[in-house]
């Protein structure tokens, strides 16, 4: 997972984002602020919801997880 700012054309990083990350159709598998700027999650296989706010704005994001391979996702705010 990246988490980072966009204003005016320029990315800034964040740390310190609570991330909450569940199983699509169940529970809840981990739940964290990042210490950085990414965060790794070790994930069975399955599909999961992962969500996450910054300055009041809430994003979610679907993923699949397969058993040979990660996923990336970035999480990006505009702050303009």
């Known amino acids: 997972l990246e988490f980072h700012t966009k204003a005016n054309g320029k990315e800034h990083l964040l740390c310190g984002v609570p991330v909450t990350i569940r199983v699509l159709t169940g529970p809840?598998?981990?739940?964290?602020?990042?210490?950085?700027?990414?965060?790794?999650?070790?994930?069975?296989?399955?599909?999961?919801?992962?969500t996450t706010e910054y300055d009041g704005q809430v994003q979610t994001q679907e993923v699949e997880i397969h058993a040979n391979g990660g996923e990336r996702l970035v999480f990006e705010w505009d702050v303009e």
């Open 28 to 50: 809840v598998v981990l739940k964290t602020p990042s210490a950085g700027p990414f965060l790794l999650a070790r994930l069975r296989p399955g599909q999961y919801a992962v």
